[in-house]
């Protein structure tokens, strides 16, 4: 278990950025991660004088599973208990990265010497702070992925969870439309739909059902009614020869 | 064949609005934003739409969406709800459009709708009768100039002996009492359009902006507004005294809520010339 801590301010998230940067004129963003590894970083970024404790003396789970991202999730989940605020707060999710989770994220994305600038920051970073970036950061989308599908009023309140973290497919075409991520009724009914369904089905099926939101509301409908437009759609894609 | 939408000056006569009225409040020890749609702003411009509203076929509904933590909820009317600040991270918007309450046939009458549309519909239920961009952003922590207005409220007060009367003594906000009902619902209608919004809060807003920094001058203010105003215009406890001069107190608004290269004169002009040229 590792203390909670956050960057001091996001001024200081902006001063290690720079220094990156700066770092990353003469060396490679792979270096930069060896580095990190090694502690090569750690007077500069992580001194007192930049970061904050908890107060409620949390700490960052150590993944018992680093290979499971549904098990990773839920760990993080239940540990932090954070609130929504908290959990899109470029302070935590920096220093969750750069700090305690720089191994898993190297191991969850396969980097190697070919890492460029652009995923280094997408991998490490928490930048820009809008729903988006909640779910593209590797630490923070763990988190968001659980709080959007956990229904303590369930047998198993990781029911929704566990159908969103069946595909990488699926995962990135649900979290990334806001419109069906966030409106839980309908997130439950999407994947109720396609957990009896192949993952990248979700490819076809998403853009037809945010094309229908777009004209038509669901607020009065179930979730079982929203499972029934969903199949009413793939029939009408299967018919159109679409699939 | 898609039917007309109100709010789509093409499609239907007339137009719609509304506005929210927010604030934040403590219930056990939790801080929550109160949203309530005021009904006394509330107008649908279009006979044929006001019968379908009052015949509840169609009905207003709301939604509210954060675009920082995913947050989302659909409302319908007037109700007023709270949200859990801690759910919600800085903006937020509020979304409001027609939706159909029940099936039902379509039936505008002449002068309802542009002749292209005339004809009958079968609406079901769910379907979305207005635009369904209307949106109101709420943004709780002010930083900028789209916001001053967010510490300048106004309501219709018929009884008032003048035209207007601004009270600078409530503790949120300041409120401008009008007495028109037509004005209320012109200036509400004309801050919900991008382009006429800023001439409103330069025009309107501006005249009571100017006036309550030189009250900031005042030992004795302790309002929440004027602390929020205060924080936009980087306040000088040192040079207290000077807000109360009226040249100073117009230059400290032309300078915290422009730049040097676009005055408070110069903003005004260009939004006119953006209206009329």
């Given amino acids: 278990m590792n203390p909670l801590k956050i960057f001091k301010t996001e001024e200081i998230v902006d001063k290690v950025i720079i220094e990156v940067d700066s770092y990353l004129k003469s060396k490679t963003p792979y270096k930069f991660v060896e580095g990190l590894l090694k502690g090569e970083f750690d007077d500069k970024f992580f001194s007192e004088d930049n970061i904050l404790q908890d107060p409620k003396k949390r700490s960052f789970p150590k993944f018992s599973k680093p290979q499971n991202e549904l098990s990773c999730a839920i760990e993080l989940f239940e540990t932090l208990k954070l609130t929504e605020l908290n959990a899109n707060d470029t302070r935590l999710w920096t220093y969750a990265c750069l700090k305690v989770y720089p191994q898993y994220i190297i191991n969850r994305n396969k980097i190697d010497q070919t890492l460029n600038r652009d995923l280094l920051y997408r991998y490490f970073f928490f930048k820009g702070g809008s729903a988006t970036t909640n779910v593209l950061n590797t630490i923070s989308k763990l988190w968001w992925s659980v709080n959007q599908t956990f229904d303590e009023d369930l047998k198993d309140p990781y029911q929704y969870t566990k159908i969103l973290h069946k595909g990488s497919q699926l995962f990135q075409d649900t979290t990334q439309r806001p419109l069906i991520f966030s409106n839980k009724v309908i997130l439950k009914g999407y994947l109720e739909f396609m957990d009896t369904k192949k993952s990248d089905l979700s490819k076809y099926i998403a853009p037809y059902f945010l094309n229908h939101i777009k004209s038509y509301n669901l607020y009065h409908y179930s979730k079982e009614q929203v499972v029934e437009l969903l199949e009413n759609f793939l029939d009408d894609i299967r018919k159109k020869g679409l699939i | ?277």
């Fill in chain 2, 1 to 277: 064949m898609s039917y007309p939408r109100l709010g789509n000056s093409l499609e239907v006569s007339g137009d719609f609005s509304i506005e929210f009225d927010w604030e934040r409040t403590y219930k056990n020890g939790v801080e929550w934003y109160s949203i309530t749609p005021n009904k006394d702003s509330f107008e649908i411009e279009n006979d044929y739409f006001l019968k379908l509203f009052n015949q509840g076929k169609i009905a207003l509904y709301w939604s509210i969406f954060c675009s920082k933590t995913f947050y989302f909820s659909n409302h319908k009317n007037f109700d007023q709800i709270n949200i859990p600040t801690l759910k919600i991270g800085g903006a937020f918007d509020i979304n409001y459009y027609f939706i159909a309450d029940k099936n039902f046939k379509f039936s505008p009458n002449d002068g309802d709708v542009n002749s292209f549309f005339m004809g009958e519909y079968k609406i079901e239920q769910g379907s979305i009768l207005s635009i369904d961009t209307r949106k109101k952003v709420i943004k709780p922590n002010i930083s900028d100039l789209g916001s001053s207005s967010s510490i300048v409220k106004f309501k219709l007060d018929s009884k008032l002996p003048k035209e207007f009367r601004v009270d600078f003594d409530k503790d949120k906000f300041i409120w401008v009492f009008v007495k028109n009902k037509q004005f209320t619902n012109k200036l509400r209608r004309l801050l919900i359009h991008k382009k006429t919004k800023g001439l409103i809060v330069n025009s309107f807003f501006g005249a009571i902006l100017i006036d309550a920094i030189r009250k900031l001058s005042d030992q004795d203010i302790h309002t929440a507004w004027s602390e929020d105003l205060k924080e936009m215009i980087g306040f000088e406890e040192g040079k207290k005294d000077l807000y109360e001069d009226f040249d100073y107190a117009l230059n400290e608004f032309n300078e915290s809520f422009f730049n040097d290269k676009q005055t408070f004169f110069h903003a005004i002009i260009k939004q006119l010339e953006d209206l009329v040229l």
